[in-house]
């Protein structure tokens, strides 16, 4: 496969069941050729700590569709490559809850590879893999925290891994969106 969704989701409050942003940058052929952003009505309070982390207010959000209302136009593009995300397990963990939390029919289980892993392997002397730490060692930009600003910094890291070696089917896995949790390829 030579396209991959990056995604990342921020979340309204500690459940981390529903979105507040999403932001994507789809990879074709070593390159970003498209790249989406929205804020999420996510139709639940906003935790005081998610709102210093993230800039996003309930009043920002108020006027924003929710993610019922985005899922029509966010679905074929998640079915269109492979799904990676920084720590993909948080951000894989949200999409499951919400599709659950809205009744929306989802498959099975979905594949998708984590650039946090990615890191671990390919730039194994760094301290930790985190997105920040990650984006300072490569140089790439980063407003942390911005759905926008982190999908396009995982899709700037998983570009950087693959014309290092890395190979993406050393890194793919399973996730039931059912269950929200990783399964079997």
């Keep these: 496969m030579d396209r991959y969704i990056c995604f990342d989701v921020e979340t309204p409050n500690l459940r981390n069941d529903r979105m507040s942003a999403i932001g994507v940058c789809v990879v074709e052929n070593?390159?970003?050729?498209?790249?989406?952003?929205?804020?999420?009505?996510?139709?639940?309070?906003?935790?005081d700590f998610n709102i210093r982390l993230t800039g996003i207010t309930p009043a920002m959000a108020a006027e924003a569709p929710t993610f019922a209302e985005l899922w029509p136009t966010l679905r074929p593009?998640?079915?269109?490559?492979?799904?990676?995300?920084?720590n993909a397990q948080f951000d894989m963990s949200v999409l499951s809850?919400?599709?659950?939390?809205?009744?929306?029919?989802?498959?099975?289980?979905?594949?998708?590879?984590?650039?946090?892993?990615?890191?671990?392997?390919?730039l194994p002397w760094m301290p930790d893999h985190k997105l920040d730490t990650v984006c300072r060692e490569l140089f790439i930009e980063l407003?942390?925290?911005n759905a926008a600003s982190d999908a396009r910094a995982c899709a700037e890291i998983l570009i950087y891994c693959l014309k290092?070696?890395?190979?993406?089917?050393?890194?793919?896995?399973?996730?039931?969106?059912?269950?929200?949790?990783?399964?079997?390829?």
């Design 143 to 145: 407003d942390h925290h």
């Design 30 to 47: 070593g390159a970003v050729t498209e790249e989406r952003y929205s804020l999420v009505n996510p139709e639940e309070p906003f935790d």
């Design 164 to 185: 290092k070696g890395a190979r993406i089917e050393d890194f793919r896995r399973g996730y039931s969106l059912k269950e929200s949790k990783t399964v079997k390829v």
């Design 77 to 86: 593009l998640f079915g269109s490559g492979l799904l990676v995300a920084h």
């Design 97 to 122: 809850k919400c599709l659950r939390a809205y009744g929306i029919p989802a498959p099975e289980s979905t594949e998708y590879a984590c650039t946090c892993r990615m890191g671990k392997r390919v």
